[in-house]
């Protein structure tokens, strides 16, 4: 998100690619991958989420897909294309889902978006502002099938459908999964941190421990995971300004 230079230029000792692997809170240091320690005053958790895969028999056969990082998105764009598919299956009707079928439409592929809610977006949106989402989405070619689910991913050599719950079944070249995440805890739960569905945060954004903050897609706040990039914003913002002496809280008008 930033230019290769940003760190450098603002004195932040950036270490591209070197896993933490321990958060020492008696000796307040981070141990690394490469053995070296880090003393701290204060730390950031910031680890993130990954892909959540439901039980969906046939998951990992080619022409299925998680969607998290741009390598994901190349792979699916190239198989759409090696393949020449006509018709893509996604799993999940959520902000992720309907932003990742929208931009398979434009690469002319008939998209079915399969949703356990009553309506799109059913989490964040009422019935009424649903409806019109859902006129959206069949005006921009999408069809959504409200209170759907998958069973099985069906293929040979790769994707040729999805078998629904309901017994029915969609003819497809390609399944996007788009299920949601699970937060990356391990780290802060190796340091016994207090996770529930996520690091356990305040509104200063700081754990349980008073001297370690989280931010992002691994935080849970008030018992709840916010996993949009603009609450993940005004995280790190609050996270930042606490750390620094200032007094900041975390507010987010709209639910995800």
Not at 171 to 192: M, Q
């Amino acid at each position: 998100l930033n230019r290769r230079d940003w760190a450098a230029s603002r004195s932040v000792d950036e270490r591209r690619g070197l896993t933490v692997t321990a958060i020492d809170r008696a000796a307040r240091e981070v141990s690394l991958a490469d053995g070296e320690r880090l003393p701290y005053d204060r730390v950031v958790v910031a680890t993130g989420a990954r892909p959540l895969v439901p039980p969906i028999e046939g998951i990992g056969v080619d022409g299925s897909f998680v969607l998290r990082t741009i390598d994901d998105a190349v792979q699916i764009q190239q198989h759409i294309r090696r393949h020449r598919c006509r018709t893509a299956v996604v799993v999940g009707g959520g902000l992720l889902g309907l932003e990742a079928a929208y931009h398979l439409t434009l690469l002319d592929v008939r998209v079915l978006v399969l949703d356990r809610g009553p309506w799109p977006l059913s989490r964040q949106l009422d019935e009424q502002a649903g409806a019109l989402v859902w006129e959206m989405l069949h005006d921009l070619g999408i069809e959504l099938l409200a209170r759907t689910e998958a069973r099985r991913i069906l293929a040979d050599e790769r994707v040729t459908g999805v078998e629904l719950l309901d017994g029915g079944t969609i003819d497809a070249e390609l399944c996007l999964i788009a299920t949601g995440v699970v937060p990356n805890v391990e780290l802060a739960e190796a340091a016994g941190l207090e996770v529930v569905d996520g690091v356990a945060v305040d509104e200063a954004m700081r754990t349980s421990d008073p001297h370690i903050f989280a931010a992002g897609d691994v935080v849970a706040h008030d018992g709840r995971r916010h996993g949009l990039w603009p609450a993940c914003v005004e995280q790190a913002r609050v996270a930042a300004a606490t750390m620094l002496g200032a007094e900041a809280a975390y507010r987010i008008g709209v639910q995800p």
